[in-house]
């Protein structure tokens, strides 16, 4: 990304080591990937053993973490899309 007068701290906070478009969309959905796995699945599916192995978080203080990050990233990704702050070469 590139910094400009105008970039927010926020936006710069939240994307100041991603250079392209392709990365933050990668750092939004894995924080959409990692959200949804904040969920303790465990008190649904109490029957199920693997769930219990596979899904170790038992309370809601991860997902309530995630959430505000992942809608961070991705208000950032959008700030930077209508302003035109992407590097133009790509690796």
Same mark, same amino acid.
């Given at each position: 990304m590139q910094k400009t007068p105008n970039t927010p701290l926020w936006v710069f906070l939240a994307l100041s080591s991603?250079?392209?478009r392709r990365g933050a &969309? +990668?750092?939004? +959905? @894995? @924080? &959409? &990937?990692? %959200?949804?796995y904040c969920v303790p699945w465990g008190h649904?599916?109490?029957?199920s053993a693997w769930v219990? %192995?596979?899904? &170790?978080?038992?309370?809601w203080e991860w997902f309530a973490m995630m959430v505000p990050m992942t809608l961070w990233y991705?208000? @950032?990704m959008r700030w930077v899309d209508k302003n035109g702050g992407w590097n133009t070469v790509s690796v």
């Open positions: 991603i250079e392209t &969309l +990668w750092l939004v +959905w @894995s @924080s &959409l &990937l990692f %959200t949804l649904y599916f109490q029957g219990a %192995t596979m899904f &170790l978080i038992k309370d991705w208000m @950032s």
